[in-house]
């Protein structure tokens, strides 16, 4: 099996596409001439749903919002696919996309289609061909950075992109928002008296951004993959469905969240993705100074971002968890979601010493 079979599954039985309504679809609407199709789902991912689509020879990727309610704005496959059809100019990690379909009718959701890109995605193991010195892991790391700095130093107006989102107010927003999902999505009420002083708290401290930039707004590890030559580049980034433009440090933060290092209590390995069995990596403090030094920007708030970020992916976690308990979603990756949901609220009131 080679890195690319790793990453693809048998479609999931709740999650199978209409094959049928799909050929027609790509035949009469696209005006593509081929004698097969087949489907195959790739594995990683917690959220949208992902698909490797081969039509006679040729290899695309189709991407799809989750199965269940979802809250409103979120996995806007119309948005991904503006975005991915315009950043590749200037950004070529962003895969290009190449169709948009807006019919719920053709297999149950909007989906879109999107070039392929071969290379492995890091997980929650590293692929044996890793070089696992410190000098390596710490090289890759920093590659991740140079990653996140290259895209909010392109110009949205020069990739068709100045119109996206809107900058104004938009940590406030994001923050607001983000409680709306949350109150919605359970009712925990041992959670809720540390959620409700973290949210006042993060309300009454609200930073100014010092820049607008491009968001990829779930920028992490494991959205990105690499090439497997000998000296393993980046390929691809994935995942462009919340992306917009506002505070760079929203960025940081999210990946911060994601992150581990040396100096981590053993409940950081219930939130990262990341592998953990050798914690060669670059501490927090190293990876914000490397960004700031790479884009100029102060990061002397990063702890609002930081604790916004873990508030944030808590949220995010709580929405699946809650499509899991109603039996929305089968996926029994998600059966743990609570113990991580608890340890990143947790987290997010230790930066600001809250009891």
């Known amino acids: ?13 709740d999650e199978q596409l209409n094959l049928n309504n799909l050929s027609t679809y790509l035949k009469d609407t696209l005006n593509m001439q081929f004698k097969n199709i087949e489907t195959l789902q790739f594995s990683g991912g917690h959220a949208n749903l992902t698909y490797l689509l081969k039509v006679d020879e040729t290899e695309y990727v189709l991407r ?16 991904e ?10 950004f070529s990690l962003a895969p290009k996309s190449l169709y948009f379909c807006g019919d719920e009718s053709v297999i149950g959701s909007t989906f879109h289609i999107i070039e392929r890109r071969n290379g492995f995605v890091i997980r929650k193991k590293m692929e044996p061909f890793i070089k696992q010195t410190k ?3 710490r ?3 920093f590659r991740i950075i ?24 938009f940590v406030k927003r994001q923050l ?3 409680e709306v999902r949350w109150k919605k999505s359970t009712d925990n009420k041992i959670l809720k008296p540390k ?7 993060l309300r009454s401290t609200l930073p100014e951004p010092q820049a607008t930039t491009i968001l990829h707004n779930d920028f992490k590890l494991d959205n990105i993959m690499w090439s497997n030559a000998e000296e393993i580049t980046p390929v691809a980034v994935f995942d462009w469905d919340m992306c917009t433009r506002g505070d760079p440090l929203m960025d940081v933060g999210h990946m911060l969240n994601y992150w581990i290092d040396e100096n981590d209590h053993e409940e950081c390995k219930n939130i990262t993705s990341m592998p953990t069995d050798k914690i060669y990596y670059p501490t927090r403090t190293e990876m914000i100074d490397y960004y700031s030094q790479k884009t100029g920007f102060n990061l002397q708030n990063i702890s609002w971002y930081y604790a916004f970020g873990a508030f944030k992916l808590a949220v995010i976690l709580q929405q699946i968890f809650f499509r899991f308990q109603k039996g929305q979603t089968k996926d029994k990756r998600f059966a743990n979601f609570g113990t991580r949901i608890d340890a990143l609220i947790h987290r997010a009131n230790n930066v600001f010493n809250l009891t």
């Not at 099996?1 to 039985?13: A, P, V, W």
């Not at 696919?81 to 200037?90: A, E, G, L």
């Not at 959620?195 to 708290?201: E, G, Q, R, V």
Request: glycine share 8%; no cysteine; charged share 25%.
């Open 146 to 169: 140079d990653v996140l700095a290259d895209l909010h130093k392109i110009n949205p107006e020069l990739v068709g992109l100045g119109n996206l989102g809107r900058p104004e107010g």
């Open 176 to 178: 607001d928002g983000w």
């Open 1 to 13: 099996m080679n890195l690319i079979d790793k990453e693809l599954i048998e479609i999931r039985q």
């Open 81 to 90: 696919h503006t975005v991915q059809s315009k950043i590749n100019t200037m």
């Open 135 to 137: 000098e390596n892991v």
């Open 64 to 79: 799809r919002p989750p199965l269940g309610p979802i809250a409103p704005s979120s996995h806007d496959m119309f948005r």
């Open 195 to 201: 959620f409700d002083k973290l949210i006042n708290y």
């Open 139 to 141: 090289k890759l790391s």
